[in-house]
């Protein structure tokens, strides 16, 4: 399979990056073999340019579209907050086709009529404060599951944080964390919850991947880079496990037996439109099951794992973090997410993690449905507007020594620590209609992630390795080799759940 990027070279023949200067038009022509010769992912060569032309936002023209990369929380801040009205839509793609149910769902439908519903119906029956209040047991149930366990071993860390984060997010959703029995000892994952979750992180990673035929939709029926295949095959993986739930539930409901609703499915059945009917379809709650599942795995595993990585190479930070924990919870129990207000120095870890390593270099892409001027640039109608999530948090002009994991610098007057950060200095749930649904259940999710993982255990690196090897993967921005560490317990075996 040929890499994308030298698609669109092989296809257009040229790629013009075209780069509007302030009141000032400059263009560059980037040829077909040096983009060959790079063979970059889209996205490292996106930035690498930026960097090279020493700007904050580009054009960059394929095939038809305007494609604007930008990476100033300046500029994010006027295309998210001043003018979110023209950029509130999203494009269309052959991932996100897939795992909206052809548009039925929020997060990837472009502006219109069934995102209104949807996000309505989600914001009101599922992301609301009562949602999250109501999700507390579950949330606390997979935490403790988390910690299960007392011994000395290494652990696949990254199989653990993001099994965690499926086993939230069906909790959440369906009330169970197995589709099946589950590992031997009944608490781990059977292969029903791997397939699941790696198929969730399949499709994640193909949603918006610069496709050659998003670009130029003609050329779809050639798959040429195979995506379409992939994310298909992954969504039939995925709905063979939420589907026949749904189903179930539906069914439960229709005959009496519910009387009460227990989870997030429960709510999406409940909801009613303005006569009282149900508001969505069986259809629409399929796909918008999966699509909240996809929202919630990905972010807080991710954030997760880099700042242990990060935070076993620092045994200072890590040991201040430890400190704060045995002094505000104590030793002889976990951490609560009653807790959370007196952990910053844990939560200045967490949105360390989100700055330095956001789990996507771009946030979703925003499409503008109006011609626009951004801070003296043209915006053509139609364009897809990439946030860069990297790019603003590691910007050089906003950040000091932006690629040290430093958490002190968030920590400032003292203040409440919050992953949302109103000036858009780093991008984690991002703002305006578009923003994310999810704030509250996210941050809950990665705060407690990371404080049950270093305060039930020592973390050190695997015998005959110094330090966890922190280097990013070529072709996305996760850790290059999934974490691996010791972990041997750090309370008294009383404190685990057994
Ligand atoms: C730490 C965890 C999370 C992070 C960092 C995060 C971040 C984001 C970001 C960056 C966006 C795109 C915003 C934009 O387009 O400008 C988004 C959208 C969204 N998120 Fe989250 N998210 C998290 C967890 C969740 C959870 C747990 C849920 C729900 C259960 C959720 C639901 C949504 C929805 C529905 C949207 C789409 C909103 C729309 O397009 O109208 N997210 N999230």
């Not at 949603?207 to 295949?229: C, I, M, N, Q, T």
Request: net charge neutral; aromatic share 10%; proline share 5%.
């Amino acid at each position: 399979m040929l890499d994308s990027t030298s698609f669109f070279a092989f296809i257009l023949g040229f790629l013009i990056l075209a780069l509007t200067m302030k009141r000032k038009e400059t263009k560059k022509t980037v040829l077909l073999p040096e983009i060959l010769r790079r063979n970059k992912p889209v996205f490292r060569w996106i930035h690498s340019h930026m960097e090279e032309l020493n700007t904050d936002i580009a054009c960059i023209r394929l095939a038809n579209t305007h494609v604007i990369p930008v990476t100033s929380p300046r500029i994010a801040q006027e295309i998210l907050k001043k003018q979110d009205s023209i950029f509130a839509s999203r494009p269309l793609t052959v991932g996100t086709e897939y795992c909206s149910r052809q548009y039925l769902t929020v997060a990837v439908v472009p502006q219109g009529e069934q995102w209104k519903k949807m996000r309505r119906v989600v914001a009101s029956h599922v992301t609301s404060q009562k949602s999250f209040k109501l999700m507390l047991k579950k949330r606390a149930e997979e935490a403790d599951n988390l910690v299960r366990g007392n011994g000395f071993e290494v652990i696949d860390t990254r199989f653990v944080v993001r099994q965690y984060s499926g086993n939230v997010a069906r909790k959440m959703m369906f009330g169970v964390r197995h589709f099946g029995k589950g590992s031997e000892d009944g608490y781990g994952p059977g292969f029903e919850e791997i397939e699941h979750v790696d198929s969730l992180f399949t499709v994640l990673t193909h949603l918006y991947a610069f496709a050659l035929s998003d670009y130029v939709p003609w050329l779809r029926f050639l798959d040429l880079e195979g995506y379409e295949k992939v994310v298909s095959s992954a969504m039939r993986n995925i709905s063979k496990y939420n589907d026949p739930f749904v189903d179930e539930r539906l069914m439960q409901w229709r005959d009496g037996k519910m009387k009460e609703p227990q989870d997030f499915l429960d709510m999406f059945i409940l909801a009613k439109d303005a006569d009282g009917k149900p508001a969505l379809s069986e259809e629409e709650i399929k796909a918008q099951v999966t699509e909240l599942m996809l929202a919630t795995v990905d972010n807080p595993s991710n954030a997760a794992e880099w700042a242990m990585a990060e935070m076993i190479n620092e045994p200072s930070i890590m040991q201040k973090a430890v400190e704060e924990i045995d002094r505000v919870v104590g030793k002889d129990r976990f951490v609560l997410e009653s807790d959370l207000q007196k952990l910053n120095y844990v939560k200045a870890c967490v949105k360390e993690a989100f700055r330095l390593h956001p789990v996507a270099p771009f946030n979703l892409p925003h499409m503008s449905t109006a011609d626009a001027v951004v801070d003296g640039y043209f915006i053509p109608k139609g364009s897809h507007v990439l946030i860069s999530r990297m790019g603003i948090g590691r910007n050089p002009n906003v950040w000091d020594k932006p690629l040290k994991f430093n958490p002190e610098r968030h920590l400032g007057n003292n203040k409440n620590v919050d992953l949302n950060d109103q000036d858009l200095n780093l991008i984690s749930f991002s703002a305006g209609r578009r923003g994310c649904l999810g704030s509250s259940i996210g941050s809950a999710m990665t705060y407690m992630l990371l404080a049950r993982l270093i305060q039930g255990f020592t973390w050190s690196p695997v015998p005959g390795e110094c330090k966890i090897d922190i280097s990013e993967s070529k072709s996305d921005i996760f850790m290059a080799k999934p974490l691996h560490a010791i972990a041997s317990p750090h309370l008294v075996p009383q404190v685990y759940p057994t």
